[in-house]
């Protein structure tokens, strides 16, 4: 059964309240073409680089305005909301970079927290400890919808092939992964990453991102994507503000796909083993 995904791509502030407009306007704006599943960018409730601002406003799950928004937005459009994710305060006063997918009736379906961390020092100057503040998460899932069976994974997890490949055995069509690339990985790397994630499990990949310049100061690099079980980018968005895209996702085409090109079938166990350079006699195979 094919169904009709959005990805919506901001530029979140350091104000939740703001953001949480800014989201339902995009979100009402992809129901009104069509879609029935919709996906927000990493954080979409805020970005700050300075944490103790961050944990002055941050709230549990039960009182997050992002996760109320969302769960309304899911019931008062009858659609498939997923915020791609939000800082969550935990009890041992760490923080969560959670995600959450809302049925229909506003209820929670599903929720992941981002597993790998962005620990990084990149040549620019920017520099970033995610594990400093964040609990890591350690758990993937593979949620059974009407329409999909949907992976998820947040941002820097689209550098682990080994997550997405799980999942694919699992049986996952659809692969999320909203983000907040920075500009210069994003410019290098983004795209690829995606579409490699597509092709070599041969399923749908739909990544909302942040993009343009923040409020606190960073920059990140936008271009939204929707990515067939081919390697084709069916809808993208620019690199700065805000935008809806839309694009049709039938979980048909990934059945396609793998009798094509039948390498999760065709895998097996292998074993490493690492040898010296140069052997007696001869030379290394």
């Known amino acids: 059964m094919s169904f009709k995904a959005a990805a919506v791509q901001m530029c979140s502030g350091v104000d939740p309240e703001k953001n949480a407009a800014a989201m339902a306007r995009l979100v009402r704006e992809a129901a009104a073409q069509g879609a029935t599943y919709v996906q927000t960018p990493e954080m979409t409730g805020m970005l700050q680089r300075d944490r103790a601002a961050a944990r002055a406003v941050l709230a549990d799950e039960t009182h997050d305005i992002i996760v ?17 994710s939000t800082a969550i305060a935990l009890a041992d006063g760490k923080i969560a970079n959670r995600g959450f997918l809302f049925g229909p009736d506003g209820r929670i379906l599903n929720r992941y927290d981002k597993i790998h961390m962005f620990d ?19 758990e993937a899932r593979v949620l059974s919808l009407p ?13 682990f092939p080994a997550l997405f490949r799980a999942q694919a055995v699992a049986g996952a069509e659809v692969m999320t992964v909203p983000a907040a690339f920075t500009k210069q990985t994003g410019e290098a790397h983004w795209e690829i990453l995606l579409r490699a994630r597509a092709i070599e499990n041969g399923v749908f990949v739909i990544a909302a991102a942040q993009a343009g310049r923040h409020e606190d100061g960073r920059e990140t690099f936008g271009h939204s994507m929707i990515i ?46 690492k040898i010296a350079g140069a052997v007696a006699g001869g030379v290394a195979a």
């Open 147 to 159: 329409f999909a069976e949907m992976g998820f994974a947040i941002c820097y997890d689209v550098r």
């Open 68 to 84: 109320k928004t969302g769960s309304e937005l899911a019931r008062e459009l009858g659609i498939h909301m997923h915020v791609g």
């Open 120 to 138: 990084v020092d990149l040549d620019n100057g920017e520099s970033w400890r995610e594990s400093a503040a964040y609990t890591a998460g350690s």
């Open 228 to 273: 067939d079980p081919w390697g084709t980018v069916l809808a993208s968005a620019g690199a700065t503000g805000e935008a809806v895209i839309v694009a049709e996702i039938d979980p048909a085409a990934v059945k396609a796909a793998h009798d094509k090109i039948p390498n999760l079938r065709n895998g097996r166990e292998f074993s490493v083993e």
